[in-house]
């Protein structure tokens, strides 16, 4: 198993601002996975930290406004840069050791 | 783009009532799981199916892959409170290491 923690747990941002969310496990993983889930919404991937390498983005995420560092594997973060409204969401942290697919609780953010 | 549509969207039922939830796609899946999610939490796995035609049960919950490997469902017997929260359904195709979810099932179990 895996258990994982996020900070913040819940802000409330200006916009314009940037927000680093962290996100730490309690074991060492290859891949950590980044996801926001919109309000009442289901979940979309963001991208997929490796350690030591840049970290994959899926489409319609790019890295200037998403930024994402992975120093060791337990570790990552996830920047929200120059936020806007539409940048309200939950941000979860996912890893996967085995199979089973483990979510942090999620850090969630409200952009005035 | 894959798409995993589940329906239905909302659901709200009385403690005791059976429902069904339904994850569908037109892609195939190597292998496909179902979440809970309640509020204020990252989602929890329920099961994971990778055979077509599987039927796995969890208590009171019964999930079935379909054949093709294109859809699922999720059976809940006599529905409890506790049973309340967000219902997702998540696939992956071969060949790559990404789940892709679907559009999730709100339901609401009444006392």
């Known amino acids: 198993s895996a258990v994982i923690s996020q900070k913040p747990s819940r802000d409330i941002c200006q916009r314009g601002t940037s927000l680093t969310i962290q996100c730490q496990v309690d074991?060492?993983?290859?891949?950590m996975f980044w996801y926001r889930q919109q309000p009442g919404q289901s979940l979309t991937l963001i991208a997929t930290?490796?350690?030591?390498?840049?970290?994959?983005?899926e489409s319609g995420f790019v890295i200037d406004k998403f930024p994402i560092s992975r120093p060791n594997l337990t570790f990552s973060t996830l920047t929200v840069s120059n936020m806007s409204p539409e940048d309200s969401s939950i941000y979860l942290c996912?890893?996967?050791?085995?199979?089973?697919?483990?979510f942090g609780p999620g850090t969630r953010l409200l952009v005035l | 783009t894959q798409l995993l549509e589940q329906s239905p969207q909302f659901l709200s039922i009385q403690e005791g009532e059976n429902l069904t939830v339904y994850c569908n796609s037109s892609s195939v899946f190597s292998s496909l799981q179902w979440y809970r999610q309640e509020p204020g939490e990252g989602p929890v796995l329920l099961v994971t199916v990778v055979t077509g035609g599987e039927v796995k049960k969890l208590k009171r919950l019964t999930f079935q892959f379909g054949d093709a490997r294109k859809d699922s469902s999720l059976h809940i017997t006599a529905a409890q409170t506790g049973d309340t929260g967000l219902y997702l359904c998540a696939g992956s195709t071969s060949g790559t290491y990404k789940y892709i979810f679907g559009t999730g099932t709100r339901l609401k179990v009444l006392a």
């Open positions: 930290a490796n350690q030591g390498s840049e970290a994959t983005y």
């Open positions: 996912s890893v996967r050791p085995q199979e089973t697919q483990y």
């Open positions: 074991s060492q993983v290859t891949m």
